[in-house]
T-cell receptor, first 117, second 115 residues
């Protein structure tokens, strides 16, 4: 049961334009969604997160939108830069049966973003 | 600049051999995670610890994989015996385990190739 899905394996965008990365989920038991960015030969690095009680969170060029009715979230990067070229993972943070969160994450498959100069 | 470190960065071994991967979490972090990344499965959680105690290892093949934290500065992941299907990049991550954001900090990974 893949609970977090990124249906687009890749996305190509021109520098200066908007990049929109999408993620769908099937289970509503979460408290945060997080986005991670990964460059080749490096570990993923945290980018931005959104709480389940919000529908938008913004940090500089990065904005994450959460649509709970559609069980969908998206990451917008505006304007896109060549240095943004990387693999982007969305991840869901879940709680255990007792309601405690230890930070366990379930990741999507990732989307390769290429920003052309 | 606090970082998660992992050794070795690359490991090539023959099927049947034991493999040990090591991780040093960020000082002060009390939650440690092991992930495996493959083309087919993406990033999947193998096991995680809080305050050195194992919390969940349901993602790990029990018959050949074992994860331990001998002390707060070292986490190990062992595969014995290794098989070609274990070829993957293994990531260790650490975090505080609670809190509003609770992001995890990943190491650079160990690329394992089993021939």
């Amino acid at each position: 049961d893949q609970q977090v899905k990124q249906n687009s394996p890749s996305l190509s965008v021109q520098e200066g334009r908007i990049s929109i990365l999408n993620c769908d989920y099937t289970n509503s038991m979460f408290d945060y969604f997080l986005w991670y960015k990964k460059y080749p030969a490096e570990g993923p690095t945290f980018l931005i997160s959104i709480s389940s009680i919000k529908d938008k969170n913004e940090d500089g060029r990065f904005t994450v939108f959460l649509n709970k009715s559609a069980k969908h979230l998206s990451l917008h990067i505006v304007p896109s830069q060549p240095g943004d070229s990387a693999v982007y993972f969305c991840a869901r943070r879940s709680r255990d049966a007792g309601g405690t969160s230890y930070g366990k994450l379930t990741f999507g498959q990732g989307t390769i973003l290429t920003v052309h100069p | 600049d606090a970082r998660v470190t992992q050794t070795p960065r690359h490991k090539v071994t023959e099927m049947g051999q034991e493999v040990t991967m090591r991780c040093q979490p960020i000082l002060g972090h009390n939650t440690v995670f092991w992930y495996r990344q493959t083309m087919m499965q993406g990033l999947e959680l193998l096991a995680y610890f809080r305050n050195r105690a194992p919390l969940d290892d349901s993602g790990m093949p029990k018959d050949r994989f074992s994860a331990e934290m001998p002390d707060a500065t070292l986490a190990t992941l062992k595969i014995q015996p290794s098989e070609p299907r274990d070829s993957a990049v293994y990531f260790c991550a650490s975090g505080l385990g609670q809190g509003r954001r609770n992001e995890q900090y990943f190491g650079p990974g160990t690329r394992l190739t089993v021939t």
